[in-house]
């Protein structure tokens, strides 16, 4: 473990990963009726599960920034990719845990949705490649490499 001093590159992402969560966030209006409470409250266990994989991803950055603290222009470069990828990614992950777990814990989605197979299909490939990618670019950082300053 190298010290605990925050380096400018450790700062940066912590700020992407707390845009991040408040895009989670950000569409919800405030409700006005109850009606409207209980609709939003249905999205929570979808927030809970987006909030907890963003939480592990990173975590996972930062055990790496902990353990190697490593600021080369190549560790700059992958965490960059890596937090424009988690920013690309939010969306597609509150929509797909919004339509699914809403719609089998409460037998519909807090927000009128309709999906075809092949678009359901769709956004499966499209979760799963920036599933994908986020954790590519993690594992980058953890192979040897030629530092480029």
Not at 96 to 119: E, H, K, R, Y
Not at 131 to 143: E, G, K, M, R
């Amino acid at each position: 473990m190298r010290g605990r001093e925050l380096t400018r590159l450790e700062g940066f992402s912590d700020a992407v990963f707390g845009f991040a969560l408040t895009l989670l966030v950000v569409s919800l209006d405030v409700p006005k009726t109850f009606a409207d409470l209980i609709n939003t409250m249905r999205g929570f266990p979808a927030f809970a599960l987006c909030f907890l994989f963003l939480a592990l991803i990173w975590n996972g950055h930062n055990r790496y920034c902990r353990r190697y603290g490593l600021d080369d222009g190549t560790a700059r470069f992958l965490t960059c990719v890596m937090l424009f990828l988690i920013l690309f990614y939010v969306y597609p992950l509150k929509f797909l845990f919004n339509f699914s777990i809403t719609a089998m814990l409460f037998g519909g989605s807090s927000q009128p949705v309709s999906m075809t197979a092949s678009q359901f299909s769709l956004l499966l490939v499209i979760y799963g490649l920036g599933f994908a990618a986020v954790y590519l670019s993690i594992t980058f950082l953890y192979l040897p490499r030629l530092s480029f300053a």
